[in-house]
């Protein structure tokens, strides 16, 4: 399995970025992928995650700024990244898991190794 993000960089509050992750060595229309963040000193932070079927969620700090989306076709995974704030600063990370249904995932098991996303005031 390999996941490999692009797109980070620097951006002053209120711009956009966004981040694609390429994905492969394994069936990625079969797989959750999701997107964390951490930022230093602190704990790694789920982000966003959609899932086989299409389903996706938010971590309440960006719903609505931050959008997940999938093409299965090319085994991309992108996170278009609107409104963005300081407390948006951290290195993101792409994620993939096992499905267990169309709609529910399980953990999070495959990593790749991040794009660093700064987010000036």
């Known amino acids: 399995v390999q996941l490999v993000e692009s797109g980070g960089g620097s951006v002053q509050a209120g711009g956009s970025l966004r981040l694609s992750c390429a994905a492969s060595?394994?069936?990625?229309?079969?797989?959750?992928m999701g997107w964390f963040r951490q930022a230093p000193g602190t704990e790694r932070d789920w982000v966003a995650t959609?899932?086989?079927?299409?389903?996706?969620t938010y971590d309440d700090s960006v719903k609505g700024r931050f959008t997940i989306s999938r093409d299965n076709a090319k085994n991309t995974l992108d996170l278009q990244m609107n409104s963005l704030k300081p407390e948006d600063t951290a290195m993101y990370y792409c994620?993939?898991?096992?499905?267990?249904?169309?709609?529910?995932?399980?953990?999070?098991?495959?990593w790749g190794r991040g794009a660093q996303v700064t987010v000036s005031s």
């Open positions: 959609i899932t086989v079927g299409g389903r996706t």
């Open positions: 060595g394994f069936t990625y229309s079969r797989y959750c």
């Open positions: 994620a993939a898991a096992a499905s267990i249904s169309d709609s529910w995932c399980a953990d999070f098991s495959h």
